[in-house]
């Protein structure tokens, strides 16, 4: 394969090592982002998607941010937007694992001792206020957390650390 060729568009970098990816139902995202955000076809139809990334550098050597990064799909071509609708650089705390709220606007990630909340607008809009990031008090200190899910409805969060289960 020669080294000038250019990838294809359904491969894209964002800077950052990714550690969690996951789909995003359009509804939960279409009324935080701007039309200069997104430029989906003005003809109504909808063929684009959404997917959350979430990865990073670590504790600040490498010079690489961790982030959560929200980042469009378009579902006709297979593609990948280039620049991401929506970035959020959350500090020295690397996002290992993350899982999406089945209701609410949000999703839950995990970091080295914790697991925090960040709420949709927050990820679009980078504002960067530690109120719009709620450590989750059960699971504060914890740990490591390997796995993350939700039941259906979004009541019952499930984790997993490397001996251990909870609910």
Known sequence: MASNQQPPSNLQTYGVPIYAVDWILEEAVRSKITKDQDDDDDDGSSSSSYIVL???????????????????VDLHTNSLSEQPIGRRVIGTDLPYRMAIHPRQGGLICALPNSCRLFDWENIIEDDNEEESEKVVKELKDVGQQLSLSFNQDGTVLATGAECRMGL
Request: charged share 15%.
């Open 54 to 72: 979430s990865g990073g550098g670590g504790e600040g050597r490498s010079g690489i941010p961790n982030v959560i990064l929200i980042c469009r």
